[in-house]
């Protein structure tokens, strides 16, 4: 069975730093992409990053480029996402996604939430 | 950038009635990126449909997609209660803003 475990959100102030983590289980990790896509509050999804099998090639959503790290432990079928300098626009449950190709995402983690406020 | 409208905002049907979602695209899209989402409250959205028409795994038939260029249609045949959810189109790393499906 597929499973997706996000772990690390919660509270952070403006201008912090949080770093989520996504476990993979039940598919060989290395053979897929892996997406990171958030959802504020009320609101519809945000595709946010995604990264290549071997981490070789990163893409990012423009509202986090250069803010934002993903990264990804074949040996630890892990996937991260480094966040700094949090906004309050960051604030969303952020999900991690396997992507079955052509970003299609088949499968997805529970999500995580993720407050920025003072 | 490509924008993706989908529409109506809310559609309001009885099961066992038909529902018809559409999704308009800014420009003319690769259609192999081309996916429909559902989600209910509280969970996280499910791959319905991916490359406009294929079903993913598990999907019933009553689901079915169309589409090319810059108009793609969701089709959900005889609602069944577990189908009234909010609905996404997705092109490559673009979402629409939803359709809300909900029981009349």
């Known amino acids: ?118 | 950038e490509i924008v993706l409208t989908q529409s109506p905002g809310t559609l309001s049907l009885s099961p066992g009635e038909s529902a018809t979602l559409s999704c308009r695209a800014s420009q003319t899209v690769d259609t192999r990126y081309f996916a429909w989402y559902q989600q209910k409250p509280g969970q996280a959205p499910r791959l319905l449909i991916y490359d406009v028409s294929s079903r993913a795994s598990g999907i019933p038939d009553r689901f079915s997609g169309s589409g090319s260029g810059t108009d793609f249609t969701l089709t959900i045949n005889r609602l069944e209660p577990e189908d009234f959810a909010v609905y996404y189109c997705q092109q490559s790393v673009t979402f629409g803003q939803g359709t809300t499906v909900e029981i009349k």
Do not use: H
């Open chain 1, 1 to 118: 069975e597929v499973q997706l475990v996000e772990s690390g959100g919660g509270l952070v102030q403006p201008g912090g730093s949080l770093r989520l983590s996504c476990v993979a289980s039940g598919f060989p990790f290395s053979g897929f992409w892996m997406n990171w896509v958030r959802q504020a509050p009320g609101k519809g999804l945000e595709w946010v990053a995604n990264i290549k099998e071997d981490g070789s090639v990163k893409n990012y959503g423009e509202s986090v480029k250069g803010r934002f790290t993903v990264s990804r432990d074949n040996a630890k079928k892990s996937v991260y996402l480094q966040m700094r300098s949090l906004r309050a626009e960051d604030t969303a449950l952020y999900y991690c996604a396997r992507n079955r190709g052509f970003e299609a995402l088949d499968y997805w983690g529970q999500g995580n939430l993720v407050t920025v406020s003072s």
